[in-house]
């Protein structure tokens, strides 16, 4: 492929820009520069598991400490208005893979709000992963960790586009069978948990030994980026933590100021700096876009053993910004512009800004909610991201527009509180009260009723799709 060709297959990621700043914003020369040919550049996403906005020392917290994500940060792109898709595991996870909506894809549920072990339903195969997106391209991929979208063969990693597989598929709280109480969670021992280990389709270990889990993980990253290093690759590193119950190596255990969780974190930070080294070790740094996010907010009613969310209300299970506004890190040296970016983005929008990058077709035949973030990484523009949309199961609680917010409903993420519907609803102004604690509906009706046409305009575009997630396994006799 010439340059032009190449540039052309690139598009609107570089729009603009002279043939020399493209050379520096969209990739280097295959190998050592031997050849005019260039090369794809590869990808990696890391997702953590209910990582509060305000759990890493790059986003401000006093006892964590995180030297390679802030490094990272450095290095990189720190965006502060980050969005996941959804408050809980499975809608997220099904958002960040195939570009849209849960409620798109019928991944969200006013039944059940995430998968279980008992689950029938999973990942529809009508659905493009970002994986399967890519495999026209020559791309090899990975799925590490979590999956939580179907632990049935035909919803499993390696039935949506994903070469190869190692995780456990659903949360690490689940299959429990043993422990008293909360207790349980506490002191947590491997035995109370009795979920699987898997190696592409088949079980390897159980009960998982998740003292060594993530570690493992980052081993196995490894493994997979030297391994794979010739070809362009797409890794998803989703760990299971820091989810309830919490584990470490014995190597973390007892190091951190902040207890078990920041023990917990900091080898998960450990972790990234392991894959950053891999890919400068191997030169192929300059040729990979890494990007660090979580899957939701953190889980506040486990006390200490909970994340949080900073100066953000609230955390996981709910549509207040500490639901989902996520720590967010992009990281590819000598293409994007380090900086803080304060301009929106989502979880969603990591799906077109890959494939574009990649030169692999977006789905024309379907809705697809995920922008092309390309313009704030290489410097050329904002973010094309001016709304998102926050669900709760399949109902929508609120909308933010630029700076405001309307809630439409509210509802505590794990409280007994039933959802309280506004009319007019709860309007915030989220760059001067990110934490939202002050309503100024009655100061802005023309903001809200500009909201109002943006909800009808979304609702427009809506399909029903089967609920996934209230689909259980028949128990026999």
Known sequence: ???????????????????????????????TGSTSERRRPNFVVIFCDDLGYGDLACFGHPTIRT???DRMAGEGQRWTSFYAGASVCTPS???????????RSGMCSNVRRVLFPDSAGGLPQSEVTIARALKPQSYTTACIGKWHLGHLPQYLPTSHGFDSYFGIPYSNDMDRVGGEGRQAFWAPKIEYWNVPLMRDEEIVERPADQNTITKRYAEEAVRFIEQKREEPFFLYLA?????????????????????LYGDVVEEIDA?????????????????????????????????????SAGLLREGKGC????????????????????????????????????LKLAGAEVPSDR???GLDLTPALFGTGPSPRRTMFYYRGT????????????HFITQSGYGSDKPVRHDPPVLYHLEHDPSEKYDVAKDHPDVIADIVKEVEKHRATLTPAEDQLAKRIQKEG
């Open 1 to 31: 492929m010439n340059r032009r060709d190449f540039i052309k297959t690139i598009g609107l990621a570089c729009a603009g820009l002279p043939v020399s700043a493209h050379r520096s914003a969209c990739g280097g020369l295959a190998g």
């Open 67 to 69: 030297p390679n994500l």
């Open 93 to 103: 996870r099904a958002a960040l893979l195939t570009g849209r909506l849960p409620v």
């Open 239 to 259: 760990h299971n933590l820091p989810h309830v119950p919490l584990f470490c190596s014995d190597e973390f255990r007892g190091t951190s100021l902040r207890g």
């Open 271 to 307: 972790g990234v700096g392991r894959i950053l080294e891999t890919l400068k070790k191997h030169h192929l740094a300059e040729n990979t876009l890494v990007v660090f996010t979580s899957d939701n907010g953190p889980w506040l009613t486990f006390n200490e053993h909970g994340g």
């Open 319 to 354: 549509t207040y910004e500490g639901g989902m506004r996520e720590p967010t890190i992009f990281w590819w040296p000598g293409r994007i512009q380090p900086g803080v970016v304060r301009d929106m983005g989502a979880t969603m929008d990591l799906y077109t800004t890959i």
């Open 367 to 369: 809705v697809v909610d």
């Open 395 to 406: 109902e929508l609680f609120a909308v933010r527009k630029g700076p405001y917010k309307a």
